[in-house]
């Protein structure tokens, strides 16, 4: 497959230089941190005494890779307080008033206004199936989400046969994996997955079509931007503290995508929802929602009651059944079975403002 062979890494043409050169005295080889430590130790060592023991090398050695530690450690500290104290809510700031734009922005109600073919049932298999194809590939999560967003972008202003509807799928997922990915497929693999379905020309000028209608400006905060912001305040215990909760938090906000009626929700909006729900899944008796987190996400429990109600019931399945592809990846033991998990009604208190 040519997805497969686009995976495989390529050697770096220095790589081939510095095997051929490595008896060369006059050639620098390139070192990592642990080499470099017994490179300064060896260079120390030659200015003493020649007769100095190996055991005051190997002290010598114990105290350059502390202070290496030591120094990583608070570098690393340092920048824990700027992010705390310094730019995080600037960033956030910007953020938001990036997904506010109207330009940037989806109608809420596209299905009604402007297609007359296309139904949110085709939209839902569209997106479910684009899960797939980027399990397919391991592209990830940012690239579904870019793509997702760009379908409704285009489905709010341009009329769509619903047998163009993969075509404009798999356009938006070749955009979106350009702008995220190390290593995009390449249109012949796009058009591969759609069983040839499409030819490449096909897909080539509605990848034109769409970057016009973008106007090259391809770059969106997506929920998924937001979710990593708020997953990393919502960890405030080690309850919290989880591979299961991160996946959770992600397999929730992944259903917020599947479903139309989340369209008219802010990215920030849904990411917030799914937090709300991954804590309240995981402690059900205890209240999800804190100051910290409102001061956060900018979001009362009173404001996203309407979106954590609507990813509830996608999530309990008392909607229509959906997101078969979505829920078998993570049904996968790799996502510890967070499909698996079914919270019980979320009682009217909860969404009290704190």
């Not at 139904?119 to 684009?130: N, S, Y």
């Not at 989400?145 to 799928?169: E, F, K, P």
């Amino acid at each position: 497959m040519a997805g497969e062979e686009n995976k495989v890494p390529k050697k770096r043409a220095f790589d081939s230089l510095a095997i051929s050169n490595e008896n060369d005295p006059l050639t620098k080889k390139r070192v990592v941190l642990g080499e470099l430590n017994d490179n300064l130790g060896n260079v120390v060592g030659s200015t003493q005494n020649p007769n100095f023991t190996e055991t005051h090398k190997s002290k010598r050695k114990v105290r350059l890779r502390k202070t290496v530690k030591e120094t990583l450690e608070a570098e690393s500290s340092v920048k824990d307080d700027v992010q705390k104290c310094g730019y995080a809510p600037l960033i956030y700031q910007h953020l938001h008033s990036l997904e506010v734009e109207e330009r940037r922005r989806p109608f809420p109600n596209y299905m009604e206004k402007v297609q007359n073919d296309v139904t949110p049932t085709m939209r839902m298999i569209l997106v479910d199936w684009l899960v797939e194809v980027a399990e397919e590939y391991k592209l990830v999560s940012d690239t579904l989400y870019l793509a997702v967003t760009y379908v409704d972008r285009y489905l709010s202003s341009h009329v769509l046969a619903r047998d163009r509807l993969q075509l404009l799928g798999v356009s938006c997922m070749l955009v979106a994996s350009k702008y995220e990915e190390i290593s995009p497929p390449h249109v012949e693999d796009f058009c591969y997955i759609t069983d040839n379905t499409y030819t490449k020309e096909e897909v080539v000028n509605m990848e034109r079509d769409l970057l016009n209608f973008l106007n090259f400006e391809i770059s969106n905060p997506t929920t998924k931007t937001f979710l990593r912001i708020f997953t990393k305040a919502a960890q405030d215990t080690s309850t919290f503290l989880t591979l299961q909760f991160e996946f959770l938090g992600c397999y929730l906000a992944e259903l917020s995508l599947l479903d139309y009626s989340c369209v008219r929700f802010l990215p920030s909006m849904a990411a917030a929802s799914a937090i709300y729900l991954a804590r309240f899944t995981v402690l059900p008796k205890v209240r999800p929602w804190n100051l910290a987190l409102q001061q956060c996400t900018g979001y009362k429990p009173s404001e996203l009651k309407d979106c954590i109600l609507l990813i509830h019931e996608l999530q309990s399945g008392r909607r229509e059944a959906i997101g078969r592809a979505l829920r078998e990846r993570y049904m996968d033991h790799k996502y510890k079975c967070v499909a698996a998990l079914h919270p019980p009604d979320i009682p009217d208190c909860f969404f009290d403002d704190a």
